[in-house]
Every structure is written in structure tokens, then in C-alpha cells.
């Protein structure tokens, strides 16, 4: 019988005060922006997990190969007893091909959509009834402090879908050091990184012909028009996407179809036509520039693979001791 799902929340009553509080800082600066992580409300979850079924986009599939190959030597790696956390768990899909070759304890799937967190791991409790599955509501762009049953001997943090690429390489080195410093001497990190490659499979990837990217992007606004006290209207709007080669990033945009004002929050915002709302990046890597990145805060390379069209890389970090 499957365990009961340990829930833990850490978000609270926090979700709209957030929101409302970068939205109208976002909206008020210059160039305007907002973080990605305001993306995955329910809707916005689901639209990514439909992302990942497109066949442009080549990360989801991909990095599911490099793991199904790999899954073996990371459990070696992992050790025997190692639990097993999950940043931005979304649908939970190849955190299965780790549960199975490692068969640890305990899981923690940590997201910041509590609903789709809720769904997931319920799904994995029923589908694993050996498995002790906690949940954490979290955002963990900030500092977050693990449930007491995870600080543990040697736990392994898996970060799935090369979402290290939406944080500026600051902020990536800003996220690894907050692993580092939540595991113990041994603890290891598995991170997937979207290697640099072409233009253009990049810039198909974010522009899937079905448009469920648009959408997902799109959904942005929907989600400050349903939760904050805004007459912003998703239509005048388009999403782009394109490839900023001196910077080595993906860049998604909402862009005005028209010069006009929006209300938020009792304040208004103009957008003249063609200006744009820059809701994300995806940066890219070399193998040699994610490893440099990683040794700054201390981690150790214990180990890399990549597909053979050197698409997409997984990488194995160890805090050392």
C-alpha cells in the first residue's frame, strides 16, 4: 500500500504576494522582464509538459535517452541508501529512471506549483508503494531549508530539463552554491545542461509550429489578468523567440502588437508598439564552461554524458569530503 504523501509547504500565503510584487517591479523596469518561475501555475505546468512532447523541442527526449543509458553508473555513483530530491519536479517523468535504478528510501519532489506538485507525486506514491514520497512547496531561487528526513548521509539533487539555462550565469552559480551548502560532504548533484549547437535547432525548439510554446508564454499574461487586479489583454500580444549568440541564450518575449496601457494593481504601464516584456531566458553551455562553473562553488565533476549528436548534457557533482 502506497505511502501517504509527506506534504511541506514553504510558500504559504506567499504565492499572490509575490507574484504582485515582482510583476509590478518587472513592469516598471527598464528594459520591462519577469522571472520564468511565474510561469508554472497548473496551466502553465501543463503547457510545458505538452512542450516536451513537440517534436522540435529536443531537450525532454534527449535527456531522457542520456538517462535511461546512464542510469546505471549514476546509482553507483549515488551509493546505496542515497535519497533521492528533485528540484522543479513538473510531471516527474525521468526522476522514474533514477527511482528505478537506484531504489532509494525516500523522495522529495520540490516545485513551485503546488497543485501539478501535488498531482506528481501522488502518482509516483501510487506507482511506487516501497517509496516514502514528500512533497515541498518551495521556490528554490530563494533559500530553502529540507525537511528533516533528507539531511541525510548522502543524499543525491536531481535538476532536471536544463532549467540551470533560465538563470543568468550569476544566478546559476548563485543556485549551485545553495545545493552545495544544503548537502553534506558526498552529496551529489545531477543537473542536465542544453549544450551550444546551430541556431536554428534552437530557435525551433522555441518555436514549435503547433504554437504551444506561444501559449505557454502567452499564459503569462492570463495568469496576472486571473490573479492580480489587471485589464491586461493576452491578444495584444505575441510571443518570440530567438537566439542571442553574444550572450549564448535562448530570449522569449511578449511583445506588444500595438502601443497601449495596462492596468495593474492600480497602476498603469505603457508598452509602445513592438516593445517587449522579456519573460525568458534558456542559456547555453559548453561541456567546459558548466564544469568551470560548477568547480567555482566547489563542486567536483565526478562524471558527464551527452547523446551522440552532442545536444544535451547530464552532468554528476559532488560536494567533496
Excluded at 553508473?73 to 528533485?86: R, T
Excluded at 528510501?105 to 502518482?123: M, N, V
Excluded at 501510487?126 to 512533497?135: G, R
Excluded at 541556431?199 to 508564454?217: I, K, M, P, Q
Aim: glycine share 6%; with cysteine.
Amino acid at each position: 500500500m502506497a505511502l501517504a504523501i509527506r506534504f511541506h509547504d514553504q510558500l504559504a500565503d506567499r504565492h499572490v504576494s509575490s507574484l504582485r510584487e515582482e510583476v509590478l517591479a518587472g513592469f516598471a523596469a527598464t528594459p520591462k522582464a519577469i522571472a520564468p518561475k511565474f510561469f508554472y501555475d497548473r496551466r502553465g505546468s501543463e503547457l510545458f509538459e505538452a512542450i516536451c512532447l513537440q517534436p522540435e523541442y529536443y531537450p525532454t527526449r534527449t535527456e531522457e535517452a542520456i538517462l535511461r543509458r546512464a542510469a546505471g553508473e549514476i546509482a553507483e555513483l549515488a551509493g546505496p541508501g542515497a535519497e533521492l530530491i528533485e528540484f522543479g519536479s513538473g510531471a516527474s517523468r525521468k526522476v522514474r529512471l533514477l527511482l528505478e535504478a537506484m531504489r532509494p528510501r525516500r523522495y522529495l519532489g520540490i516545485d513551485i506549483s503546488e497543485d501539478f506538485l501535488r498531482a506528481s507525486t501522488h502518482r509516483l506514491a501510487a506507482d511506487y508503494p516501497w517509496l516514502d514520497v514528500h512533497a515541498l512547496c518551495a521556490d528554490f531561487c530563494q533559500d530553502l531549508a529540507l525537511p528533516r528526513a533528507f539531511r541525510c548521509e548522502r543524499p543525491l539533487a536531481f535538476f532536471p530539463g536544463s532549467s540551470i539555462g533560465n538563470f543568468t550565469p550569476a544566478q546559476a552559480q548563485q543556485f549551485l552554491a545553495r545545493v552545495y551548502a544544503l548537502l553534506p560532504a558526498g552529496g551529489g548533484l545531477l543537473v542536465g545542461v542544453d549544450l551550444v549547437k546551430e541556431r536554428a535547432t534552437l530557435e525551433r525548439a522555441y518555436n514549435d509550429a503547433a504554437g504551444v510554446t506561444a501559449a505557454f508564454n502567452l499564459n503569462l499574461l492570463e495568469r496576472i489578468r486571473r490573479e492580480l487586479d489587471s485589464d491586461i489583454d493576452p491578444r495584444a500580444f505575441e510571443h518570440r523567440a530567438w537566439f542571442n549568440a553574444a550572450q549564448s541564450r535562448i530570449e522569449m518575449h511578449l511583445v506588444s502588437r500595438q502601443a497601449q496601457e495596462v492596468r495593474i494593481e492600480g497602476r498603469c504601464f505603457r508598452f509602445a508598439r513592438g516593445e517587449s516584456l522579456h519573460s525568458e531566458n534558456s542559456y547555453k553551455y559548453s561541456l567546459a564552461s558548466f564544469a568551470a562553473l560548477a568547480r567555482s562553488v566547489g563542486f567536483d565533476n565526478q562524471a558527464h554524458w551527452v547523446d551522440p549528436a552532442r545536444l544535451f548534457s547530464v552532468h554528476y557533482l559532488r560536494r567533496p569530503g
